[in-house]
């Protein structure tokens, strides 16, 4: 099984900062396969990023994916208020497809 | 407009059964496959099985390998989960989720809210 791991567990940021989450993985992981969601309280998880770097339809340019292998990262380039949530990495390169533990970006 | 609707969820005894179901729209659902993701209270998220657009495909966890059954009815655009020998640990929100692809080795682009299971005595 593929464990991934996410850094930090929380990220405490002002509004208009930027974000860099890190995912790693604890063996290789396709670029194609590699997938970052958004999870607000009490809502589904809606998808951000596919393909390690393609934004998913509606996602604005202000999210970007980028990594290979065993180090991934998702960055906000200036948090909007309504960016504020908790943030997993997914790979299904390799069943069981897996998650990291999330990373919760919260308001400083 | 995508819609997953997940119904089936209550409380349930330890030992228990329970079947899940997903009814979408909005897009050709034999097309797609489908997957269950659990959000136990306060965790994160955890893949639990997915099911190829045809039904001939499917995966599941190992901690549900041999307890659950995902299944499709294409005419009916429905998924469903089939939980027996429920364990305490089995207690979450599960969500239903549409794949990006046919096969299952695919992200999950679409989400449903979920319906809470409860395994407690």
């Known amino acids: 099984e593929i464990v991934l791991t996410q850094s930090p567990d929380t990220l405490s940021l002002s509004p208009g900062e930027r974000a860099t989450l890190s995912c790693r993985a604890s063996?290789?992981?396709?670029?194609?396969?590699l997938a970052w969601y958004q999870q607000k309280p009490g809502q589904a998880p809606r998808l951000l990023i596919y393909g390690a770097s393609n934004r998913a339809t509606g996602i604005p340019d202000r999210f970007s994916g980028s990594g290979s292998g065993t180090e991934f990262t998702l960055t906000i380039s200036r948090l909007e208020p309504e960016d504020f949530a908790v943030y997993y990495c997914q790979q299904y390169d390799s069943s069981p497809w897996t998650f990291g533990q999330g990373t919760k970006v919260e308001i400083k | 407009e995508v819609q997953l609707l997940e119904s089936g969820g209550g409380l349930v005894q330890p030992g228990g059964s329970l079947r899940l179901s997903c009814a979408a729209s909005g897009f050709t659902f034999s097309s797609y496959a489908m997957s269950w993701v659990r959000q136990a209270p306060g965790k994160g998220l955890e893949w639990v099985s997915s099911?190829?657009?045809?039904?001939?495909?499917?995966f599941y966890a190992d901690s549900v390998k041999g307890r659950f059954t995902i299944s499709r009815d294409n005419s009916k655009n429905t998924v469903y989960l089939l939980m027996n020998s429920l364990r305490d640990e089995d207690t979450a929100v599960y969500h239903c989720a549409k794949s990006s692809g046919y096969s299952g080795y695919e992200c999950s682009d679409y989400w449903g809210q979920g319906t809470l299971v409860t395994v407690s005595s």
């Open positions: 063996q290789s992981v396709s670029s194609i396969y």
């Open positions: 099911i190829s657009g045809s039904g001939g495909s499917t």
